[in-house]
């Protein structure tokens, strides 16, 4: 995780929704913060393991995320 | 001068961009045809009632047609003289408690209003309790409760019930709408009519208006 | 006989029924939602607890022994929206959910979707859906329920199968690119005025747009990989902003984008379920040269015999009128099927009218004499 957006975030912080940079700093806030499998420390969710060296793709999730949860 | 045969065609043909030109015209030039115009644009929502019962236009264009009243309305309104001329008389309309759903009802106001009725408005969610003392207040009676919920049915049976308690049945005419209407709820509920097209509520409150009339 | 006895069965009633084929008793859906919720002695607010919500679908599926389910409790995620605001929220009394309506994209914004749809989805539509103050926090809460949730789902839709050996009514929905806009990105105002305000060239490349990005890639992962052991169709697609269209804008704004998919379903052997809100049969003329085989309706308000009689190239699910399942007595009920079963004839699955989702729409004891009566009637 990128050092500087880490410091630079907080849970109390609105959501930035500037683009991209908001979704990229959201989705590693996100995905650093989600609760770990507690046996392996890992990121789970719904059976799929996420990489949070992979900063392109945390976006690309939240952004799928996004494109679902406003169905609902 | 505008031409209110031209108007009450292009509201008609939902045509916005001529509807609005003529009005702020007629406002331009000081307002005096305002009366006229608002009635050009009734006779408009008339065809449309017209082209909506022939199949032409859909639910979607009534909605349309709803916001080009309203706005119409909004730019002739300072120069509107209010009173004056029979109207079809006064009514409520609402949709009923626990229900959120007012498109339908909306539609149907813009029509009635078109018509000449006074609609009172009373929203959303309305408990049967608003109803019953608006009749009283205002001496209404003729009432349109809207609903698309199942649980509408329910609350439109409250609202008769209410109604008949208030001593205020046998003296008002009752007509429920919405997708969950239908002959065997109008029966299940008490109410005098029902309707799912926009048009047949408007015609029937017209049959209601001028026998209260008579 | 066991789940899977029970699945292999029910299996082929759904698959006799799309194809027109004799079944010897009459398939029965489940179109309840949350009234279950209420016959189990409980209000909305259950749908905050999962454990409750898989004790109430036990329940349900052991009382009335459906045949197959559109949905388990698994139709409003309470958890996963609520945190970033939401646009349902469960009203005072417990007993309805109530929907906010929401315009989460402008009549300007076709050009800035077509230009950049991963853009205004994250800037515009969800800063739209979200509360003004959400947090980070409270993004990230939402993000763990929503996949909490999905675990949930994807537990209840094995369960089914594999334990009460029932069919899930659709695997894939997936829905036009005018659905998109009348149920969630325009609204039922917003998208009706957009027919008369945006120019036509524009919505016509919004929708060729949005269904070459998102529908048509959904439409071929269902359709390669067919209709999977436990489910009832192929795709299912959600018919609902037919409803606010002429027949000459549904020609022009919908037709073209549900054609496709029909099409090749016919082609592949596959199968397509509508779940048609309000009435369809304004537009028969657009279904009648559908093959026999493919397609399903559920039927809201149009009427199930006129509707055979219409379109008899169309399997029918529905029929059961909610006023009578709360208002009726259980004989009427049961006359009632009977009849359906009797004048439909083949290529008719029993379901519900409505979406049932209040306490008064249904009563138990009509419920189960309808619910015997299909496991026992010979059609």
New interface residues.
């Given amino acids: 995780m990128s050092e500087d957006k880490s410091i630079a975030l907080k849970g109390n912080d609105p959501i930035p929704f500037d683009y991209p940079n908001g979704i990229e700093a959201a989705a590693e806030y996100v995905f650093n913060h989600i609760t770990r499998d507690p046996e392996s420390g890992k990121i789970i969710l719904s059976g799929f393991e996420i990489d949070l060296s992979d900063t392109s793709n945390l976006a690309k999730t939240l952004g799928t995320y996004v494109q679902s949860i406003y169905w609902l | 001068m505008v031409d209110m045969e031209k108007l009450a065609t292009s509201m008609g043909d939902?045509e916005?961009d001529d509807v609005n030109a003529a009005l702020r015209q007629v406002m331009d030039e000081g307002g005096s045809q305002a009366t006229e115009a608002m009635d050009a644009c009734q006779k408009g929502m008339n065809i449309i009632g017209e082209r909506f019962e022939s199949?032409?236009?859909?639910?979607?264009?009534l909605?349309?047609a709803g916001?080009l009243m309203t706005g119409a309305v909004d730019i002739l309104k300072d120069a509107l003289v209010s009173g004056g001329g029979a109207g079809a008389g006064k009514m409520i309309l609402c949709t009923v408690k626990?229900d959120?759903h007012d498109?339908g009802k909306n539609i149907v106001k813009a029509m009635l209003e078109a018509n000449g009725f006074e609609v009172i408005d009373l929203g959303i969610d309305t408990p049967a309790e608003t109803i019953v003392e608006t009749m009283k207040e205002q001496d209404v009676h003729i009432v349109a409760l809207s609903g698309v919920?199942?649980?509408a049915?329910?609350s439109m049976k409250s609202t008769v019930a209410a109604i008949t308690a208030a001593g205020l049945r046998d003296s008002a005419k009752i007509i429920i709408g919405g997708?969950?209407t239908?002959e065997?709820?109008c029966q299940?509920v008490g109410a005098d009519a029902w309707a799912q097209n926009p048009q047949k509520t408007v015609n029937t409150c017209r049959d209601w208006a001028a026998a209260f009339a008579a | 006989m066991d789940a899977k006895q029970k699945l292999a069965e029910r299996t082929e009633l759904f698959n006799n029924a799309y194809a027109f084929k004799h079944n010897k008793r009459i398939p029965h859906l489940s179109n309840f939602f949350t009234w279950q919720i209420f016959d189990a002695g409980y209000d909305m607010n259950a749908l905050y607890d999962y454990d409750i919500m898989e004790k109430i679908d036990d329940e349900f599926n052991e009382r009335y022994q459906f045949d197959c389910y559109i949905d388990l409790l698994t139709r409003n995620p309470m958890r996963a929206t609520q945190p970033l605001g939401g646009t349902h929220r469960i009203s005072d009394n417990g007993e309805a959910i109530e929907v906010m309506d929401h315009v989460l994209m402008e009549q300007t914004e076709y050009q800035a979707f077509i230009d950049d749809s991963d853009a205004l989805y994250w800037s515009k539509v969800f800063k739209r859906y979200c509360k003004p103050e959400a947090t980070l926090d409270d993004l990230t809460e939402s993000v763990q329920e929503f996949f909490e949730f999905g675990e949930f789902a994807t537990k209840m839709v094995s369960k089914c199968m594999n334990e009460y050996g029932a069919l899930n009514y659709y695997s894939v929905m997936t829905i036009t690119p005018f659905e998109h806009l009348f149920n969630y990105l325009r609204g039922i105002k917003g998208s009706s005025s957009d027919l008369r305000r945006v120019d036509e060239g524009l919505m016509l490349e919004f929708m060729d747009y949005f269904n070459d990005k998102y529908t048509k890639p959904n439409i071929k992962m269902a359709l390669d990989r067919g209709t999977l052991p436990g489910f009832a169709s192929t795709i299912t697609t959600g018919f609902l902003g037919h409803t606010v269209l002429s027949t000459k804008q549904f020609e022009k704004f919908y037709w073209p984008y549900l054609k496709p998919t029909i099409d090749e379903c016919a082609k592949r052997g596959e199968t397509v379920s509508i779940m048609c809100e309000a009435t369809m049969l304004r537009f028969a003329e657009f279904f009648e040269d559908v093959p026999k085989g493919v397609m399903m309706v559920l039927l809201e308000q149009d009427d199930p015999f006129e509707f055979r009689k219409r379109l008899p190239n169309v399997a029918i699910a529905g029929g059961m009128p909610a006023m009578m399942l709360g208002h009726s007595t259980p004989e009427e009920c049961v006359n009632y099927v009977k009849k359906l079963a009797d004048e439909i004839g083949d290529g008719f699955v029993l379901s519900q009218n409505k979406m049932m989702s209040f306490k008064n729409d249904c009563t138990r004891e009509n419920l189960l004499a309808v619910s015997d009566f299909v496991q026992e009637y010979q059609c």
Avoid: C, K, Q, S
């Fill in positions: 939902l916005e199949g032409e236009y859909f639910v979607g264009d909605i349309y916001e626990d959120l498109i919920l199942t649980l049915l329910d997708a969950p239908n065997e709820a299940m």
